[in-house]
C-alpha cells in the first residue's frame, strides 16, 4: 500500500448498503470550498466525488445522512483518515469506501461486496419525537421590547431561552453579536 500525501487525487464513495426493501437515504455532502450537494440514494447507490489535496493546509468533508428517523453527521475525509485510503500498485488515486448500513456507517479501502471486511466507524444517532416550542409570558418585571419566555419542553428536562432586546444602543449591538 502506498501512503497518502499532499497534491495527491482521492476518491470517496458513499454506498447506500441499507436493506433491500428500505426507503433511501438522504445524504448531504461537502466541504469548505466544494458543495457536493444533496443526494437521495436508493439501495446500492453510490455517490462519488474526487478532489487533490493541497500543497498547504489540510482537505475536510463531512456528511450529513438522514434515513428512517436516524440522523447522522460526521467527517467522511480528513487527514486522519486519509492514512486509510488505498491506492492500488499504478492507480492514480487514493480510495474510501463509505458503506451506510441499518445499523451504523462502514469503511474500508477498496470495494468489497463482502460486509465481514467492512470496518465499523460510526452508530446512527436515533432522533426523538421532536420536542415542542410553547410560548409563556416572563414573570415579574417586564423589560423594554417585551421579552419572553420560550420553553423546549422535553421529558425529564426542559431548555428556557429567554427572548428581548437590552436598552440603549450599546447594549443592543452587544446583544446581536451574541
Same mark, same amino acid.
Given at each position: ?5 499532499? %497534491?495527491?487525487?482521492?476518491?470517496? /464513495? @458513499?454506498?447506500?448498503?441499507? &436493506?433491500?426493501?428500505? #426507503? #433511501?437515504?438522504? @445524504?448531504? $455532502?461537502? !466541504?469548505?470550498?466544494?458543495?457536493? *450537494?444533496? /443526494?437521495?440514494? /436508493? ?6 466525488? !474526487? ?5 498547504? *493546509?489540510?482537505?475536510?468533508? +463531512? $456528511? ?10 460526521? @467527517?467522511? +475525509? ?6 486509510? $485510503?488505498?491506492? =492500488? ?6 480510495? $474510501?469506501?463509505? +458503506? ?6 462502514? +469503511?474500508?479501502? /477498496?470495494?468489497? %461486496?463482502? #460486509? !465481514?471486511?467492512?470496518?465499523?466507524? =460510526? ?7 421532536? #420536542?415542542?416550542?410553547? !410560548?409563556? &409570558?416572563?414573570? *415579574? &418585571?417586564?423589560?423594554?421590547? *417585551? ?5 423546549l419542553g422535553q421529558p425529564r428536562s426542559s431548555l428556557h431561552i429567554k427572548l428581548g432586546y &437590552? ?6 449591538a452587544r446583544h446581536l453579536d451574541v
Open positions: 500500500m502506498v501512503r497518502a500525501g499532499t %497534491n495527491s487525487t482521492y476518491e470517496v /464513495h @458513499v454506498i447506500n448498503a441499507l &436493506p433491500a426493501d428500505s #426507503p #433511501p437515504v438522504n @445524504v448531504h $455532502c461537502a !466541504s469548505k470550498n466544494d458543495e457536493i *450537494g444533496y /443526494h437521495t440514494l /436508493h439501495v446500492n447507490d453510490d455517490l462519488t466525488w !474526487s478532489f487533490k489535496t493541497p500543497f498547504i *493546509g489540510n482537505t475536510l468533508y +463531512f $456528511c450529513r445522512f438522514k434515513w428512517n428517523g436516524r440522523d447522522k453527521a460526521f @467527517v467522511v +475525509f480528513d487527514q486522519q483518515n486519509a492514512i486509510e $485510503c488505498q491506492r =492500488k500498485p499504478f492507480a492514480k488515486k487514493y480510495l $474510501c469506501y463509505w +458503506f451506510v448500513k441499518d445499523d451504523g456507517f462502514y +469503511f474500508q479501502d /477498496h470495494y468489497t %461486496n463482502n #460486509p !465481514s471486511e467492512w470496518i465499523k466507524k =460510526k452508530n446512527w444517532t436515533i432522533k426523538p419525537d421532536g #420536542p415542542k416550542l410553547e !410560548s409563556r &409570558p416572563q414573570t *415579574g &418585571p417586564r423589560r423594554a421590547g *417585551g421579552a419572553q419566555m420560550w420553553t &437590552p436598552q440603549g444602543p450599546a447594549l443592543r
